[in-house]
């Protein structure tokens, strides 16, 4: 069974940057499409960005421009590469993997505030 762990969340000033990694074991990630989904507080989980396993990519109009995702099938890892954060990219982030199952993550806080 996939297991997915998230980590490089934390405290950053708005402006700032932040990686996120999605560490996956006990299955072949290149198979998966991956995604990076969000929730704040008091709202629904989004969607964020995803990669599909021929590296298409897809953002949520609100991070266009400024997130990035990518993945490394050598180490079977995920990235969220987060640039010119703003207050309301506060939330905790989840990894997402989807293809006949879907698996998620535990989640990592991102908070952006001065």
């Known amino acids: 069974q996939l297991q997915l762990v998230e980590s490089g969340g934390g405290l950053v000033q708005p402006g700032g940057s932040l990686r996120l990694s999605c560490a996956a074991s006990?299955?072949?990630?290149?198979?998966?499409?991956m995604s990076w989904y969000r929730q704040a507080p008091g709202k629904q989980r989004e969607l964020v960005a995803t990669?599909?396993?021929?590296?298409?990519?897809n953002y949520a109009d609100s991070v266009k421009g400024r997130f990035t995702i990518s993945r490394d099938g050598t180490k079977s890892t995920v990235y969220l590469q987060m640039d010119s954060l703003k207050p309301e990219d506060t939330a905790v982030y989840y990894c997402n993997a989807r293809q006949m199952y879907e698996y998620w993550g535990q989640g990592t806080q991102v908070t952006v505030a001065s």
């Open positions: 990669i599909t396993s021929g590296r298409n990519t």
């Open positions: 006990g299955g072949i990630l290149n198979y998966y499409t």
